[in-house]
């Protein structure tokens, strides 16, 4: 899959197992900026541009801004940026994507992508996002627009994902070239260590053969009331790096929050969580600016 954000282009490869397995990613190279391509803009898009001064346009060049969530309207530098923002109701698959040249803070994104290295937190930039020496994050902050839900998130959604999850690990048998063993156990155990509940699959056959690649695991937390407020999926690779697509939803908010990390760093679940809102307000436009 190829992805192009602003200034640089980017081959993220994703090799999903069992929605959500290894995600690799490659390096980005510097590439010069596609220029704003008039032939497809009508009459007002072309006046909108023409309006733009140099002094926006730099603006521009330089940083990437929408409104996500409840209100939240963040400026983000480019080099932070692992793709370009999406944008509600811009058809990029549909080879719109040109649009987000005429967008700015006050349109609405779908999702916005940022890489960092932790826990410096600073931008990855040209680098593999995969690179084992720089532990790198990447945050994807997602607005809720579901109209049903009155862009709010159902009280039941959680929930209803995290039943998902667990049914979605017995899909793991799935890849490989044996039928689902008729004894396997879902084995579910409370982590001290990470303060997350654990959920994996076990069975009384060789494992030796149908685990050599990988194997899963699902991590919750749950809250004094036993909501859930954090989940995790997880690979664990033997011969390539494992990795972990984290998610979770900042209360009263209109957002949900995606993190996709190294599996080592789950033990960090909390500041990882922690860190993903400080960068939002990081990148905050404060009224008045």
């Known amino acids: 899959m190829l992805r192009m954000k602003a200034g640089i282009l980017c081959k993220i490869i994703f090799c999903v197992i069992s929605a959500g397995g290894l995600l690799l990613y490659s390096a980005c190279t510097p590439l010069e900026e596609e220029p704003y391509p008039q032939k497809y803009m009508n009459a007002e898009e072309k006046a909108a541009l023409a309006q733009q001064s140099p002094e926006e346009k730099a603006e521009r060049k330089r940083y990437a801004c929408a409104t996500v969530g409840s209100g939240h309207v963040v400026k983000i530098p480019k080099e932070y940026l692992t793709s370009w923002i999406h944008y509600v109701g811009v058809d990029y698959w549909g080879g719109k994507g040109w649009r987000n040249f005429l967008l700015w803070c006050n349109d609405?994104?779908?999702?916005?992508?940022?890489?960092?290295?932790?826990?410096?937190?600073?931008?990855?930039?040209?680098?593999?996002?995969?690179?084992?020496?720089?532990?790198?994050?990447?945050?994807?902050?997602?607005?809720?627009?579901?109209?049903q839900t009155q862009n709010k998130r159902n009280p039941h959604a959680t929930n209803e994902i995290h039943q998902d999850n667990i049914t979605d690990l017995r899909y793991y048998w799935r890849q490989v070239d044996q039928p689902v063993p008729k004894d396997l156990k879902l084995t579910i155990v409370y982590r001290k260590d990470l303060g997350l509940y654990q959920a994996s699959l076990n069975t009384t056959l060789d494992e030796d053969n149908l685990t050599k690649l990988y194997k899963k695991y699902y991590y919750w937390h749950q809250d004094v009331q036993g909501n859930i407020d954090f989940m995790a999926k997880c690979t664990d690779y033997q011969l390539y790096n494992s990795s972990c697509r984290s998610s979770y939803d900042p209360p009263d908010e209109e957002m949900y929050m995606d993190i996709y990390h190294p599996m080592r760093l789950l033990k960090d679940w909390r500041q990882l969580e922690q860190k993903s809102w400080e960068l939002v307000q990081y990148f905050q436009v404060k009224k008045g600016e």
């Not at 890489?115 to 720089?134: M, Q, Y």
């Open 108 to 147: 609405r994104a779908s999702a916005i992508s940022i890489g960092v290295k932790w826990p410096e937190l600073t931008p990855v930039g040209g680098e593999a996002l995969d690179d084992e020496s720089n532990n790198s994050v990447m945050y994807i902050y997602h607005s809720i627009t579901n109209a």
